[in-house]
C-alpha cells in the first residue's frame, strides 16, 4: 500500500526567505508524486506532478521539487517566500496499475509567511 | 477557476437527516471523485466514478452512497447523519479513468455542518 508522510503540519517562514515543505512517500512501484495547494475556502489545485524522466520538476507560482528515489522524497521548495504564498500544501502518491482509486495525500502542511 | 462546481456550499442540518451534495464536472471530464476533508482525517477519498459507473470505493460508510447520471454530474448522498460527519465534501474530475497520470480537478467543496 501507498502512503504519504509530510513532516511538520505547520511551517513558518519570513518573506523572502527559503521555502521547504518536506515529503516522503511509501510506494513498492515507482509513484506518480504530485503536490497540490489549498486557498482558504477554496479547493486543491494542482502545482506540480512527477511521472517520469527528469526528477527536477519546475511548478507553477515558482515552485519546484526534486524527486530522490533513494530517499524516497519529493521535498517542494521556493527559493523566495511571498505573502501570497500563505496556504494549505499537499503531497500525494498514486502509482500506475494502482487502480482507480484516487490519490493518496498526506496530512497537508500548513505555510504560514511572516512579514 | 477549476471549472468544477460543487452545490451548496454550505450545509447546515441536524443528526439524523439526509443531505444531497451535487457536482459537475469540468467540460469533458468523465471521471468524478468524492473526498472527504476533517481536521483529524485530512483528505479520505470515498467514491470515483467513470461514465456512470463506480469504478472503486474508498474509506466509504455504509450510510453515504452517490451515483453518477448520464450527463456525468454525481450526487453523494449522506444519510443519518453524525456529528462526525460535519466536514468539507470535495468533488474532483479528471478526464482518464484513473488519476495515476493526469491531475485531479477540485471544486471549492461543499461545508457540512451538523448540530
Known amino acids: 500500500a501507498q502512503s504519504v508522510t509530510q513532516l511538520g503540519s505547520h511551517v513558518s517562514v519570513s518573506e523572502g526567505a527559503l521555502v521547504l515543505l518536506r515529503c516522503n512517500y511509501s510506494?513498492?512501484?515507482?509513484?506518480?508524486l504530485f503536490w497540490y495547494v489549498q486557498y482558504p475556502n477554496q479547493g486543491l489545485q494542482l502545482l506540480l506532478k512527477?511521472?517520469?524522466?527528469?526528477?527536477l520538476v519546475k511548478g507553477i507560482n515558482g515552485f519546484e521539487a526534486e524527486f530522490k528515489k533513494s530517499e524516497t522524497s519529493f521535498h517542494l521548495t521556493k527559493p523566495s517566500a511571498h505573502m501570497s504564498d500563505a496556504a494549505e500544501y499537499f503531497c500525494a502518491v498514486s502509482y500506475s496499475g494502482g487502480g482507480a482509486d484516487g490519490l493518496t495525500f498526506g496530512k497537508g502542511t500548513h505555510l504560514i509567511i511572516q512579514p | 477557476d477549476s471549472g468544477v462546481t460543487q452545490t451548496p456550499k454550505h450545509l447546515i442540518t441536524a443528526t439524523g437527516q439526509r443531505v444531497t451534495l451535487r457536482c459537475s464536472p469540468r467540460?469533458?471530464?468523465?471521471?468524478v471523485y468524492w473526498y472527504q476533508q476533517s481536521l483529524d482525517q485530512g483528505l479520505q477519498f470515498l467514491i470515483q466514478y467513470y461514465n456512470g459507473e463506480e469504478r472503486a470505493k474508498g474509506n466509504i460508510l455504509e450510510r453515504f452512497s452517490a451515483q453518477q447520471f448520464p450527463d456525468l454530474h454525481s450526487e453523494l448522498n449522506l444519510s443519518s447523519l453524525e456529528l462526525g460527519d460535519s466536514a468539507l465534501y470535495f468533488c474532483?474530475?479528471?478526464?482518464?479513468?484513473?488519476?495515476?497520470?493526469?491531475?485531479?480537478?477540485f471544486g471549492n467543496g461543499t461545508r457540512l455542518t451538523v448540530t
Open positions: 474532483a474530475s479528471t478526464v482518464r479513468e484513473d488519476s495515476y497520470n493526469s491531475p485531479l480537478h
Open positions: 510506494s513498492s512501484v515507482p509513484p506518480y
Open positions: 467540460s469533458g471530464d468523465l471521471s
Open positions: 512527477y511521472t517520469t524522466g527528469a526528477t
